[in-house]
């Protein structure tokens, strides 16, 4: 089968399909949102070994099923968010979904509504969102990286936090104003959580001295178990790790506050992988079943 794959650069090949585990799901991929972890990949700030099968998060048909998962999931459509907590990053640590067929971790996906559009791949990043909300209640709150998932966690927490900052930073661009944001170039003030949403490394040098020195946090999301390879120590510094999962309130969000319009200025589409990596928009979304067909 074919497969958008690492090897020396990005690029199409035959693979062989890999068998299914008993704790696995084969799926058809349908839409794929390209974001920060592809770029990361692209421009080395992140390794993935040769010929890894890339694409982490995405939509797609549920067409078998290992001997432990429930057989009532197939022919369903389902959302791959990124992350297995037992296997690690999709598109990553494992094989991703930018192919004619996937084998992902059943824990690794949620089943989508009867009625939904290509919004839900922003899921994974709301429901990290939501995971943070009541912590940040009156809380300073730094995002460092604007990218999509920056984005959309600043979207959620300007609701209950005292203060958002975003640093913008990275390839992707957008025009796209967050109201009661502060926007930044660069790392300032004093904050009471920092939110990392880049795989660039540079913020290491300046989070202890930007944080609450009394319960200042830092919250990482999870999309990879190995990373970040590697923190600045500190006693001081204290560290939390999420992990994108089931929310209700953020299939309510998706369909309440991202609009077409928003999406639109977030989003774009593409029928080339190849050429849209790196990617410069927050999110680009491939139609891979078209692509593959």
Known sequence: MKAIIFSQGITVKDVV????TKDSLQLKPKKVLL???ENAIYLGL?????TRVLGSIGIGKVESVGIDVDKNIEGKDVLVIGYSR???GIGTEIDGILAEKAVVPIDSVIPLPKEYSDKYLLYPFVSLGF?????????????????IGGIILAMILRRVAS???????GLAQTEFKLYEVEEMRE?????DMAIIMTFRSWYKLYLDKILNKTDGRVYIPRFLKSWPVLLP????????????????EAFDFIEKEISDKIFQELVSYTDDVISSIPVLRPATIVNIEKIFS
Request: net charge negative.
């Open 131 to 147: 995971a943070l909300k009541d912590t940040a209640k009156g809380k300073r709150v730094l995002i460092i990286g604007k990218g």
């Open 187 to 191: 790392l300032k003030g004093e904050w």
């Open 163 to 169: 203060n958002v900052g975003i640093i913008t930073e």
């Open 86 to 88: 037992n296997y690690g």
């Open 17 to 20: 399909e890999k068998p299914i």
């Open 233 to 248: 120590y500190s006693k001081d510094l204290s560290i939390e790790y999420l992990e994108p999962s089931f929310s209700l």
């Open 35 to 37: 974001d920060g972890i």
């Open 46 to 50: 992140l390794w993935v070994e040769p």
